[in-house]
């Protein structure tokens, strides 16, 4: 699915709140998600709450963004200040308004497994659904959420393939890989049995408590283990095998190559430690420019 697009507002007689509403309605005709539309609209109640809702929409300028943007910084998390940033940005153009983006406000790298750890956590399991969520992320990079929103009819066995709604509502397409195509195969040769449509009957907090109880299984640190890191290692594993940026920006769902960008630090220290190997090792031994 393309990112949906919006014709910019036409109208100049509406208030900044009842423009607000007419976006959000928009939104909606556009066949973005409930989720994603009530994202849309707490960044938008914040802004137009803070700058004026009966004031004129078409007075609206960057100014009062910027001033916005200063004052929700000083209580919310960085990575909620770039998304609200995101979409406040948008409403804005739609209004006629160009607002800059935010700089350095992405939450930055949180680390990944080893893959020898996936593995062990894969070895950890105890049924189809602890291996299916595990493999699916780890192998996959889905994020939770689409894990968990994930239809039978999504999944495509013969081509290996399954189709994922992201956020924001975009659909891609993402690979299954060796562990996630057999486990599934079995599994949905008995779910095909009966008549459910969701693939995975559990809630996000039930996936946590998998994920912990599997990584002490495994003998990992749980406080190091969650659902997101299992996507981290996909993206940093990938890349360590030689994966294009590009071809991982679109199995990821990122919009934006600068977020897939961000995999890149752990490989750089990859790099790093590589050359000490190669190079520190060997001049440490031979002291000859001392002499």
């Known amino acids: 699915m393309r990112r ?11 208030t900044l709140r009842e423009a607000a509403e007419i976006f959000r309605s928009s939104l909606e005709g556009l066949g973005l998600s409930e989720k994603s539309v009530k994202a849309y609209w707490a960044a938008i109640k914040s802004f137009v709450s803070f700058a004026g809702e009966e004031r004129p929409a078409s007075s609206v300028a960057v100014d009062d963004y ?18 609200y940033s995101v979409f406040v940005r948008r409403f804005l153009k739609w209004l006629g308004v160009e607002a ?10 949180s680390g990944a497994l080893s893959w020898e750890e996936v593995e062990r956590l894969m070895e950890a399991t105890k049924d189809l659904v602890d291996l299916i969520c595990v493999s699916l992320m780890a192998e996959s990079g889905l994020r939770a959420s689409e894990l968990l929103s994930l239809r039978v009819s999504d999944v495509d066995l013969s ?17 299954l890989g060796p562990v996630g195509r057999a486990v599934l195969a079995e599994y949905l040769s008995a779910v095909r049995k009966g008549s459910r449509d969701r693939l995975l009957d559990l809630s996000y907090q039930a996936l946590y408590k998998r994920v912990k109880k599997l990584a002490e299984r495994a ?20 890349l360590r095998r030689g994966m294009n940026l590009s071809a991982l920006q679109r199995l990821l769902g990122h919009s934006d ?35």
């Open 4 to 14: 949906a697009q919006l014709p910019q507002l036409r109208s100049g007689n509406v």
């Open 66 to 83: 910027l001033r916005w943007l200063a004052q929700i910084r000083a209580g919310r998390q960085q990575s909620t200040v770039h998304y």
């Open 100 to 109: 800059p983006s935010v700089p350095g406000s992405r939450r930055g790298f």
């Open 159 to 175: 081509s290996g393939v399954v189709r994922v709604i992201g956020k924001y509502g975009k659909q891609r397409a993402v690979m």
């Open 219 to 238: 003998g990992l640190d749980p406080a190091l283990v969650r659902p997101h890191k299992l996507r981290h290692t996909f993206a940093t594993e990938a």
């Open 257 to 291: 190559l600068k977020v897939t960008q961000l995999y890149l630090h752990l490989t750089s220290e990859d790099v790093k430690r590589e050359y000490e190997k190669a190079f520190l090792w060997h001049q440490a031994s031979q002291q000859w420019w001392r002499r």
